[in-house]
């Protein structure tokens, strides 16, 4: 009976192997799309992040732009201000001095001594330069004095001294120096 029945198992197995490959491919290739799809999701997301960022960054960058103009005019402005203070502080102290620059060459006249004539006068600061020519060193002596006893001036100091005939027989031609003081205003008096 075992030699009658024949029962020939090979096709079967073939169709369940091809159908067993067709799953096989198509859960293969449905893994291929899902990872495909889970790829494709991740790299659309870090582009829109990297896409934002940047984005981010270039406004960033033109803020940072427009507030570099904006210092670089407050800079200008404050020098700007600082020019006008400086011009300000100039003009009143101009303003301040007129009636002081008067008064000093009011006393310089005051002061002078006989036989004594300027020919130069040079403001450093507080510091007056004069020079001039003298008829004798006595009549230096007396401008000196003269300087010392003003209440304009301070601090009176010969720097040079030399014979000079051609004005006299004992004239001389001289340098000096004298510190500016303002006095102090008398309420009370003259």
């Known amino acids: 009976m075992a030699a009658d029945i024949k029962i020939n198992l090979l096709p079967w197995r073939e169709e369940l192997r091809e159908q067993k490959k067709k ?111 003298a008829e004798s060193n006595t009549r230096i002596s007396n401008q000196l004095r003269n300087f010392s006893e003003s209440d304009w001036f301070d601090k009176p100091n010969v720097t040079a001294i030399q014979a000079d005939p051609r004005y006299g027989p004992q004239a001389s031609t001289f340098t000096l120096s004298v510190e500016q003081s303002v006095p102090r205003k008398d309420e009370g008096g003259s």
Not at 47 to 74: K, M
């Open 23 to 133: 799953e096989f491919l198509n859960i293969l290739v449905g893994v291929v799309l899902f990872g495909g799809i889970i790829v494709g999701a991740f790299d659309r997301y870090y582009s829109a992040a990297i896409d934002a960022q940047n984005a981010r960054n270039n406004f960033l960058t033109q803020e940072i732009t427009v507030l570099e103009g904006r210092i670089q005019e407050i800079n200008m402005l404050q020098s700007q201000r600082n020019e006008l203070l400086a011009r300000m502080t100039v003009i009143q102290n101009l303003q301040g001095n007129r009636p002081i620059i008067v008064r000093l060459f009011d006393e310089l006249a005051k002061q002078l001594a006989p036989r004594v004539f300027f020919t130069g006068l040079q403001f450093r600061g507080n510091l007056l330069a004069i020079t001039g020519i």
